[in-house]
């Protein structure tokens, strides 16, 4: 049986696994090979030498970003990853691991490595690129990653075969700001990995005035302005209910229900007893929460950023508001719990427009691509 092999870092916001499955299906006839970055790299990391020397990659690259606070040192998107030394070693531990079988192809989710193998086509599925961050409203060119990322990261897509974006912008971004050639880059969109089962929802539901917030960063996904602009609609409405799911702020406002971490299975629940979603997010990638409300057919009320005004149509399925316009944000919510009637009709547009996510349609569009390089793939 023919093979791919599958390069993953991290569950990639648990979209990974969905991908999985939706390739299988989508490519019954090969056998797809699972290759963990992490597992890969673990080895190195447990040797002294090897952790002072990245450590000290990291400071001197990425000193400013660190010791002012912007990004963090470990992590998946962190600076240790992204260093010269770093980013050099796993290459040379992927292409000995992928060399060592002859695969039809490679993919591999994320643009923090380069999985390339020459000779073998290789395809990138990626949800941002870092020079999209000048792109954010209020952005400092000052806070971007140092140009030896950027040459990394450009790399990274120079050496794909086809780049696969999951947003237009980012497809924008990568012809425009990195030079990729047209013809190799392609939006493939995404799935949602907490979907609605396609039932339309009962009217009621629409006046609990329920207004939810899912993420695991409170702060840079606007939190504070949630809060300020909740503590207005409260004085509207006293019976309205902000419920935070992923983080636990400390928050100093009546009716609210911070639930913080939950599974992932248990996320639907709290979509399905909600009005409306909010996440007025300061920077987006891609967005799989808000692809996640717009399929659990809840009106989405967000910000002006990142592929948000792909997803989010004014007056369609929700609205937006420029980022850390607290005036605007209190409106639209309020104007939404006014009227049950119109937040159900913004949720049914919702629903409607989730349609253009799904899982399986982006392993099919994958397969199109993949197929104008490598032939029919059976």
Not at 61 to 71: I, K, P, S, W, Y
Not at 193 to 211: L, V
Request: net charge neutral; with cysteine; charged share 20%.
């Amino acid at each position: 049986m023919k093979r791919i092999a599958f390069v993953q870092l991290g569950s990639f916001s648990h979209m990974n696994d969905r991908l999985l499955a939706a390739l299988h299906e989508v490519m019954p006839g090969y056998a797809i090979d699972i290759v963990d970055v992490e597992a890969l790299l673990r080895p190195r990391e447990r040797k002294l030498a090897f952790r002072i020397r990245s450590h000290a990659f990291a400071y001197g690259q990425f000193g400013r970003l660190l010791l002012t606070g912007r990004e963090r040192m470990h992590g998946l998107g962190g600076c240790l990853i992204r260093t010269t030394f770093y980013f050099g070693r796993l290459r040379e531990l992927l292409v000995e691991r992928l060399s060592s079988i002859p695969y039809s192809f490679t993919l591999q989710t994320r643009s923090l490595f380069d999985a390339s193998v020459p000779g073998v086509p290789h395809f990138v599925y990626t949800d941002h690129a870092e020079l999209q961050c000048l792109r954010i409203p209020g952005f400092s060119p000052r806070s971007l990653f140092p140009p030896s990322w950027i040459a990394l990261e450009t790399s990274i897509y120079r050496n794909a075969t086809i780049v696969f974006t999951m947003s237009e912008g980012t497809r924008r971004c990568l012809i425009d700001d990195y030079a990729c050639p047209e013809g190799r880059v392609a939006c493939v969109l995404a799935g949602a990995n907490s979907g609605g089962d396609g039932r339309e929802s009962p009217p009621g539901r629409y006046a609990s005035k329920r207004i939810l917030f899912v993420a695991t960063r409170w702060e840079a996904k606007g939190g504070p302005e949630l809060a300020v602009a909740f503590g207005r609609v409260l004085q509207e409405h006293p019976d309205a209910r902000l419920v935070v799911v992923g983080c636990s702020p400390a928050l100093d406002l009546p009716n609210c229900e911070v639930v913080g971490r939950v599974a992932l299975e248990s996320v639907g629940a709290h979509y399905d007893q909600a009005a409306v979603f909010c996440v007025p997010t300061r920077r987006e990638a891609f967005g799989n929460a808000f692809i996640e409300a717009l399929a659990h057919g809840l009106p989405v009320v967000a910000t002006r950023v990142g592929a948000l005004p792909e997803h989010v149509v004014d007056g369609e399925n929700g609205y937006l508001v420029e980022v850390g316009d607290v005036d605007a944000l209190s409106a639209r919510l309020l104007s939404l719990l006014d009227d049950p009637a119109e937040c159900r009709r913004l949720g049914i547009g919702a629903g409607r427009s989730a349609s253009a996510y799904t899982w399986p349609g982006t392993a099919r569009a994958m397969r199109r691509h993949i197929e104008t390089v490598i032939g029919p793939l059976g």
